[in-house]
């Protein structure tokens, strides 16, 4: 008798874990999973009378590039425009719907960056893209990545969302639209999230 229940319950726990996987893969197969794109502008301004970013910490000097690393064999002195390994900016920057400044504003991204190269210009990026207008006012995104604001397009990881964008999925694109690293400027980013079906 109890040999035959433990048949009946492995039996019905193996039914249970198939119909879960299968139920998942049908969704996933089916299509059902939309991927939403969001396109808009940030402005990242360290100066001017209006500043929404800021150096909380200065990081330490870069190093001089040893020998080796280029081709004449000699030591290269850091530039003297470089931001400092360590450096530590907070952000509080207008997301609007074109690059002029005037534009719609469409939300606030407010995060922090941490400058984790001795040499170039990589952060790691810590961000929320709060919407206060349009279709998803009231709802969030969470992206996290490294960002190498050397390259023409750096992609970060949507780890999730609040309200409309709760369990997202997905990436960002970003690309320097009118930008420099003294003081800031515009950037255009598309982001791409998914949402599990309902």
Do not use: C
Not at 24 to 38: E, I, K, P, Q
Not at 98 to 109: F, K
């Amino acid at each position: 008798m109890a040999s035959s229940i433990s048949w009946v319950l492995l039996l019905s726990s193996a039914l249970l874990a198939a119909t879960a996987y299968i139920g998942r893969d049908a969704g996933h197969a089916a299509g059902n999973v939309a991927t939403t794109h969001l396109h808009f502008f940030m402005h990242d301004a360290y100066d001017g009378p209006f500043p929404t970013a800021a150096l909380v910490v200065t990081g330490r000097a870069p190093l001089s590039l040893p020998p080796d690393a280029n081709a004449a064999g000699e030591a290269t002195p850091p530039s003297a425009h470089s931001r400092r390994f360590g450096d530590i900016a907070v952000m509080n920057n207008a997301l609007t719907e074109g690059p002029e400044r005037g534009s719609a504003r469409v939300g606030t991204a407010q995060g922090f960056t941490v400058r984790v190269a001795e040499h170039g210009a990589v952060n790691d990026l810590s961000l929320y893209l709060v919407f206060k207008a349009g279709e998803y006012a009231g709802s969030s995104l969470s992206v996290k990545g490294r960002v190498d604001t050397d390259t023409g397009v750096r992609e970060s990881v949507v780890i999730g969302g609040t309200d409309r964008f709760r369990f997202a999925r997905g990436y960002a694109l970003s690309r320097s639209y009118d930008y420099d690293l003294a003081n800031g400027g515009v950037v255009e980013i598309d982001v791409y999230v998914q949402l599990p079906p309902v």
